[in-house]
């Protein structure tokens, strides 16, 4: 039981550091294709990014349909993977993009960072140049909005798209 439990616990730390990587070097590399959806404005209910969260809980029923036949502990880290994907769901579906019926914009301390930080990283249009690859964790609100001004004072790409908007720092929040 402690065992099941503190799997769990580490496969949602894991996730998240797992994520992060793939989000940056996969979803913004070769998988753009995929995500590119993600970063332009929503036009249907469902976007081609999504399907990156079907692979990511095919990959989790196949974990706990092995588990559950006697491969332990494999079911606790599907069961870790979709537990990560429920607070996926809640924090970047919901909080962030408002993909849910709540419209709640969080006015301080971790959820504020978080919604921020995820604010930021949509303020980057395109492939390259992006920043706060996390869901669940962010840097220093400050330190991310330093980072998008050195990278456009590089020269980055200039243009408005990249230019964060009030409503992307400030946040009041609509998508
Ligand atoms: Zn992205
Ligand atoms: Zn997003």
């Known amino acids: ?30 998988g753009w294709g995929w995500h590119r959806s993600h970063h332009q404005p929503r036009r249907q209910r469902f976007e081609r990014n999504d399907l990156y969260a079907v692979v990511f809980a095919t990959i989790a029923i196949l974990l706990i349909a092995f588990g559950t ?22 924090v970047h579906d919901g909080l ?7 419209r709640y914009v969080p006015r301080r301390g971790y959820l504020r960072r978080l919604y921020v930080a995820h604010r930021l990283h949509h303020a980057v249009k395109e492939r390259e140049h992006g920043l706060s690859f996390g869901f669940l964790y962010a840097p220093p609100t400050e330190r991310l909005k330093a980072q998008l001004r050195r990278r456009q004072a590089a020269g980055a790409s200039g243009d408005a798209a990249t230019t964060p908007r009030d409503e992307d720092t400030a946040g009041v929040g609509e998508r």
Do not use: C, D
Not at 69 to 90: D, E, N, S
């Open 1 to 30: 039981m402690l065992w099941n439990t503190l799997i769990v616990l580490f496969t949602i730390a894991g996730m998240e550091i797992f994520a992060a990587l793939t989000h940056r070097h996969v979803m913004h590399g070769f």
């Open 69 to 90: 036949r006697g491969a332990w502990p494999l079911q606790w880290i599907g069961a870790g993977m979709t537990a990560y994907g429920l607070l996926y769901f809640i």
């Open 96 to 102: 962030v993009h408002k993909r849910w019926p709540f």
